[in-house]
């Protein structure tokens, strides 16, 4: 039904910028959006969610303030902005999507049907 693949993941210096692109092969509409990160031996924790209009976003503690998550429907992607990357943001990320969620997507992992396979971010000190 649904497709997604990521790019953009590079590694980078501390201080740094990335944007990272999720491309969806499916429908997307009426879908929450959301990226995910999990780094070896730890749990896959949510980063960033966004509603379909893109109006609805949320933010992991961590990233507010330096991550800003949004979509362009019309090209059928979803994007991630960090800025000023810290060595702690250093995993592999991965975009989700699913249907039937709340206006305020939720940040959970188990809640996304749809999985990208990932692309690896690495930030040096």
């Known amino acids: 039904q649904m497709q997604l693949m990521e790019s953009g993941g590079d590694s980078v210096h501390a201080g740094g910028s990335l944007r990272l692109s999720c491309a969806a092969f499916?429908?997307?509409?009426?879908?929450?959006m959301a990226w995910f990160r999990q780094a070896p031996g730890k749990e896959r924790e949510g980063v960033a969610a966004?509603?379909?209009?893109?109006?609805?976003?949320s933010y992991a503690d961590s990233v507010k303030g330096r991550f800003t998550i949004s979509r362009d429907n019309a090209k059928n992607t979803l994007y991630l902005q960090m800025d000023n990357l810290e060595p702690e943001d250093t995993a592999m990320y991965y975009c989700?999507?699913?249907?039937?969620?709340?206006?305020?997507?939720?940040?959970?992992?188990?809640?996304?049907?749809?999985w990208g396979q990932g692309t690896q971010v690495t930030v040096s000190s």
């Open positions: 499916g429908y997307t509409y009426d879908s929450c």
């Open positions: 966004i509603g379909n209009t893109g109006g609805a976003t």
């Open positions: 989700a999507a699913n249907f039937g969620l709340p206006p305020k997507c939720p940040t959970e992992a188990p809640r996304y049907r749809y």
